[in-house]
């Protein structure tokens, strides 16, 4: 009616028609968070992929190497609230660019250890806490990315995108890291990643801008509760708490898991560290391509679980139940192979571990999203910060298991256990997932919005 007009403020008015834009550069700052994630995955996994050779050239003991990975979630744990109240105070630029330079330069002083069991490896605990450090802008940012620079029905794809381009730094490592380093010397592996390092930042210096000049949806530009604030409702808040808990135990699960799958199938049970192959029964018998590929497919799991997302925006929880529904039973699957259950061949295996992971981690931007969606208007860095953080208590459990040599290579038959505990966590998950009360507080908000305009355009036409 023409009342609705007289009665609107011109102010509010001016405010519901406010243009929204997306810009091309959106892609562009996508991709370099993503390329500093596959990096920082990279440099975080460098020992781990060759212990051997890094044992024969620095005398890393497998207790250090398991040290220099668990840097990333004793320092993610230790620091990210701190880093949380950052990236809210001082927004995404500088958060992610000095995270650049952070992770470029301890990639490079690693370069200066030279070959000898000496005191020089401090400088790899020094670069590894370093590269630790970036792993938490890592983590936390890609929501707050999605929701700065997407609109709403790109979010879930954006968010896809940056979180699983750390699984696809794991896979980079697992075949390029021991290729380069027996074709050519762990010094130029080493010197190699330090130049992509830098090449990342000055990318991320060039242009990386705090947010774009014109907002892409209503909600991309609304005020944030305080950092303080954002803690308590974060924790009083039961729904997302069950949705946190779900995801820290699925995701931490298997980040940790990896730590003991070479002592499961160790070379007793037929299996070998080897990246060479010459035949397809080498292939399927390779704990590297096995980690790599696992790794791979979960990231295509992960992109096509976002686009669907962005379709069905308001069926996250749906998704999640289906997703971790057959991701638990195919971790089942790998279980009973493992135990010879079932055939334990090594393509049943290779194919159930493959599947695991490719239906686990295509939950892993839902869970992001669906953080965002019930916590708004709590930034949404503290949102996923707090979800990222039970993600690393659960792979630091692992860790800690690896590190105190409960399971060992004498005796496989201990680490076996882990695998029924991989299983019974993703039942585990599923049933905190279920209790879970999804609520769309961003979508609404946007929907409304969009609502006033079109029905004050309506008037006025």
Partial sequence: SPDLCVAMDVEVVSHLLKPFKVYPGRFYVLAILALLAIQQNVAWMTFGTIPDESYEHFGLSDNVITLLAAYGSIVFILLIFPSMWFLDRYGLK??????????????????????????WIILFHIGHIMIAFVGIAIQMTPPRLSSVWFPPK??????AVTTLAESMGITIAFLALPYITKKYSIHTMLYIQAEMSICVAVLATIYFPPKPSTPPSPTADQERVPFLKSMKLLLTNVPFLFLAISGGISTGSNMGFSSVLPIILNPTSGFTNNVGISSWSQFF????????????????????????????QRKLKLLLIILLGISTAFGLYFSLAVYGYISGSAVNIFMGLCLQYFFTFATTPLYYEAAVEVTYPVPEGSSAGILATLSNIGALMFQVVAFMHIFSNAHPEK???????????GTLSWLFLAFYREQYKRLDLDDEKEKQVDQWKEVNQ
Avoid at 104 to 117: E, L, N, Q, Y
Avoid at 154 to 159: K, N
Wanted: with cysteine.
């Fill in 94 to 119: 500088l958060t992610v660019v000095p995270s650049a330079w952070v992770l470029a330069i301890g990639s490079t002083i690693r370069c200066f250890v030279p070959d000898g069991h000496s005191w």
């Fill in 154 to 159: 790109q979010r879930a794809f954006a968010t």
């Fill in 285 to 312: 018998h390779s704990n590297a391509w096995l980690g790599a590929i696992s790794a791979f497919v979960g990231v295509i799991g992960g992109q096509l679980a976002g686009i669907i997302a962005d379709r069905f």
């Fill in 415 to 425: 680490a076996r256990a882990m695998v029924w505990a991989f299983s019974s966590l």
